[in-house]
């Protein structure tokens, strides 16, 4: 199990850069899928950038180029840069693990808070739900 918690979010204008930061209260590393994932007011939750145990990421079509998801072992912290913001990205950000996340981030799911990768492999859902943080882009 793991019990994470974000950080580093914001309020930054339109072009600027903020690094969002995800420890593993736990202080030991698995090597899950972890998965950045965003809600904005009114919106549904849906993943951003997927990480899995091998280092490859994955990215909606949205930020690509864009943000840019790493993690460091040695510290149980998962980080998103997020460059060239635009207010789109304005929502809470969020950051849980699966198992694993063959499908990538562009076949994960959200119904509500209950977020699943699906692939030819099965369904992993992600758990380890923090509180989120905030990330405001104003234009």
């Known amino acids: 199990q793991v019990q994470l918690q974000e950080s580093g979010g914001g309020s930054v204008q339109a072009g600027g850069s903020l690094r969002l930061s995800c420890t593993n209260s736990k202080r030991t590393y698995t090597p899950y899928c972890m998965g950045w994932f965003r809600q904005a007011p009114a919106g549904e939750r849906e993943g951003v950038a997927h990480?899995?145990?091998?280092?490859?990421?994955s990215y909606r079509d949205s930020v690509n180029d864009r943000f840019t998801v790493s993690q460091d072992n040695a510290k149980a912290t998962l980080y998103l840069q997020m460059n060239n913001l635009k207010p789109e990205d304005t929502a809470v950000y969020y950051c849980?693990?699966?198992?694993?996340?063959?499908?990538?981030?562009?076949?994960?799911?959200?119904?509500?808070?209950?977020?699943?990768?699906?692939?030819?492999?099965?369904?992993?859902?992600?758990?380890?739900w923090g509180q989120g943080t905030q990330v405001t882009v104003s234009s």
């Open positions: 849980a693990a699966a198992v694993d996340c063959p499908g990538g981030v562009m076949n994960t799911i959200c119904n509500g808070a209950n977020c699943y990768n699906q692939s030819p492999k099965g369904l992993h859902h992600f758990s380890g």
């Open positions: 990480i899995d145990r091998y280092g490859s990421a």
